[in-house]
C-alpha cells in the first residue's frame, strides 16, 4: 500500500494548482488510508469469539498461509472510477545457491491532469532468506513515467547495506544501516488473518531509504457480498507508526485478498488480469476539488474559519497557525496568516550550516537532494551572505518563483531534475524550495493540504497543493513559492506533513460548509489564538 499511497500523492500533486501491494506475496506497507469515510485511526478491540471464527493459526509464517497459485491482479478505483491496477506475487526460489523468497509488485496509476495524461509505474522487488523471519538481503525499486525515470539497488549484509541510486543525472551510491525487515514483510496481512493477530516490524522505504516501524492487526470477522454472491473474509487494519488512519485488507478464507481500502474513494479490488488493466481516463484535477460556498482573499493577515464534515478525529490537531474545534458532526478549522516575528531583523535567527545528518528537516534523501552541486550552487547564488534565516527563507521564495515556469502537471521527482527542467508546479516549488533551503542550513519541510482557487464554471474551491514550512528559532512559518507568498495566506489548509501522506485517505470525504474570512485582531494574531 505504501507504493500505492505515494504514486497516488504524486498524481495528486500534479493535480493541485498550477500557478508492496495485497497480493499473493507482497502485502502493502505504510497504507496511509482511512477504512471509511470519518473513520478514526485506530481499530476498535475485536469482538470477542471473532478469531474463533476465522480458524486461527498462532504458528502460521510467511511461508506456511495459505495464498493463490501465481500472480493476484488487482483494478485500482478512485471514486469509483478505474485509475490504475497492481500486480503482486510472492515465490521462492534459489539465489547464490540459497532459498530465498522473493516478493515482486508492479503498480500503474494512470489519470488525467489538466490537459495531459499523466502514467507513472513502480515495480518493486524484495528479496528475503526462506524461513520464517528471513533477513532482507535485497531490494530493487524503479519507477518510470511522469516524475522521470530512476531505480534504487539495496543489497544488505549481516551488519550493513549498501544503496545505488540510478537516476537521470547519473548514479550514486550511499551506505545505510542494516535494516531490520524480516520475510513476514512481504505478506504480512495475511499472516496477521492466519494468526487472528498482530506482525509488527520495520520496512525499508524506497523512497526516503529510511526504516518504517509497521503494524498489521486482525480486527475482525466480516462478509463481503455483491453480484449475488458472499465471502467470509478476516479484516486486517494496515499502518505505519504516526498514520492517523488506517487501511483495510480484506483477505477470504482461502487465502485470496478480495479487496483493500483507502477511505471510501480509493478501493483495488482483486480481477482477472484482463479486467485490472482496463483504465478509465480519470481527470484527478476535478475529482479532488472541494467546493465553497463563497470566494475567500488571499491578503495577510487575515483569519478563515472553514466549517468542513468529513474530518476523521485523527486530524484534529492544532497549532499556532491553525486551530481545530468539533461542532456537532463538523470540524471547524481556523487558519489565522499573520506576518511572523522574524520579520524584525532583530528577531531573525541566525542560519547555521548546512547538515544532512542533523536531522529530518536537514536532511537530503534522493528526492531532497540538496548536496547535488547545482542545487548547492544556486542556493549560494540567491541567498549570498544573508546571514538571517527568515531573510534568507524570503529569498528563497522569491528565487523559486521567478526561476520556475509555471506548467501544469509537468512532474519531477528530484529537487536537481526540477532545478534541471526549470518548469513545473507546486509540488516542483515546494520540492526545490526545501533542497535549496536545507542547503543553506534552514530546517524545511514539505507540507500538503488544501488551498483556494477560483477557477470560472467550477466556481470557488478547494484542490489539492503542496508547498513548505521553514523553522526560525521555535517558529514554522509557512510559505508558498508558487505563489511568491513569503508567507503562506489563510486559503491554505495543512492535512500533512513530511513524509506523511495519509491525506491521501481523505480524497472524496470532505465538504465545505461554511468558510468565513475575517482579520485577526492584532493581540490574538501575536499569541497565534
Known amino acids: 500500500m505504501t507504493t500505492l499511497a505515494a504514486l497516488l500523492a504524486a498524481a495528486l500533486a500534479q493535480a493541485a494548482t498550477a500557478p508492496a501491494a495485497p497480493a499473493a506475496g507482497s502485502s502493502p506497507k505504510g497504507s496511509t488510508q482511512a477504512a471509511a469515510k470519518g473513520a478514526a485511526p485506530a481499530a476498535p478491540p475485536a469482538r470477542p469469539g471473532a478469531a474463533r471464527a476465522a480458524a486461527c ?22 471514486m469509483g472510477r478505474k485509475a490504475g491496477w497492481l500486480r503482486s506475487e510472492l515465490s521462492t526460489g534459489t539465489r547464490d545457491g540459497r532459498p530465498v523468497l522473493v516478493a515482486r509488485q508492479e503498480t500503474v496509476i494512470e489519470a488525467k491532469v489538466g490537459p495531459r495524461t499523466v502514467r507513472r509505474t513502480q515495480t518493486d522487488e524484495r528479496v528475503y532468506e526462506a524461513k520464517p523471519r528471513g533477513a532482507l538481503l535485497s531490494f530493487r525499486s524503479a519507477r518510470a513515467g511522469d516524475g522521470g525515470d530512476r531505480s534504487v539497488e539495496v543489497t544488505c549484509g549481516p551488519d550493513a547495506c549498501r544503496a545505488v541510486l540510478d537516476a537521470e543525472d547519473g548514479r550514486q551510491a550511499r551506505d545505510l544501516p542494516r535494516v ?22 520495520v520496512q525499508l522505504d524506497p523512497e526516503g531509504l529510511r526504516a518504517r516501524r509497521m503494524r498489521d492487526r486482525f480486527v475482525e470477522r466480516a462478509v463481503l457480498g455483491g453480484a449475488g454472491v458472499t465471502v467470509r473474509v478476516s479484516v486486517v487494519e494496515e499502518s505505519e507508526e504516526g498514520d492517523r488512519i488506517a487501511a483495510r485488507v480484506y483477505v477470504a ?33 476535478n475529482l479532488s476539488r472541494v467546493a465553497l460556498p463563497n470566494a475567500l482573499p488571499r491578503s495577510v493577515p487575515m483569519e478563515i474559519a472553514y466549517t468542513l464534515k468529513g474530518l476523521p478525529p485523527a486530524f484534529r490537531v492544532s497549532d499556532a497557525r491553525q486551530r481545530t474545534t468539533p461542532s456537532g458532526d463538523a470540524t471547524v478549522i481556523t487558519v489565522t496568516a499573520r506576518r511572523p516575528a522574524a520579520d524584525d531583523p532583530a528577531r531573525d535567527v541566525p542560519r547555521r550550516r548546512p547538515d544532512a545528518a542533523g536531522g529530518e528537516d536537514l536532511a537530503a534523501t534522493p528526492e531532497v537532494d540538496w548536496e547535488h552541486p547545482d542545487v548547492r550552487g544556486l542556493a549560494e547564488r ?36 526540477v532545478l534541471r527542467a526549470a518548469k513545473g508546479d507546486c509540488t516542483e516549488h515546494a520540492l526545490l524550495f526545501l533542497a535549496l533551503a536545507r542547503a543553506t542550513g534552514i530546517p524545511a519541510r514539505g507540507v500538503h493540504g488544501l488551498v483556494y482557487a477560483n477557477y470560472g464554471d467550477a466556481g470557488p474551491g478547494l484542490y489539492w497543493h503542496a508547498w513548505a514550512e521553514v523553522r526560525v528559532g521555535d517558529e514554522w512559518i509557512p510559505v508558498d513559492p508558487t505563489f511568491d507568498q513569503e508567507v503562506a495566506d489563510a486559503t491554505h489548509i495543512a492535512l500533512g506533513r513530511g513524509t506523511r501522506v495519509d491525506a491521501v485517505g481523505l480524497l472524496g470525504a470532505l465538504s465545505v460548509v461554511k468558510a468565513e474570512p475575517r482579520v485577526p485582531r492584532p493581540d490574538a494574531a501575536l499569541r497565534g489564538d
Request: glycine share 8%; net charge negative.
Open 180 to 201: 531490520a525487515e524480516t520475510a513476514e514483510q512481504a505478506d504480512a496481512a495475511r499472516v496477521a488473518a492466519a494468526r487472528c493477530g498482530e506482525v509488527a516490524g
Open 253 to 285: 478464507d482461502d487465502g485470496r485478498m478480495v479487496e483493500f481500502r483507502f477511505g471510501d474513494a480509493l478501493v483495488a479490488k482483486a480481477e482477472p488480469e484482463e479486467i485490472a488493466r482496463r483504465v478509465d481516463l480519470v481527470d484527478l484535477f
Open 57 to 78: 493459526r498462532p504458528a502460521a509464517t510467511v511461508l506456511d498461509v495459505k495464498r493463490p497459485p501465481g500472480a493476484e491482479w488487482f483494478g485500482l478505483y478512485l
Open 382 to 417: 540567491i541567498v549570498g551572505a544573508t546571514p538571517g534565516t527568515w531573510a534568507a527563507s524570503r529569498k528563497l521564495v522569491k528565487g523559486v518563483h521567478d526561476r520556475l515556469e509555471k506548467v501544469y502537471g509537468q512532474s519531477r521527482d528530484r529537487a536537481s531534475e
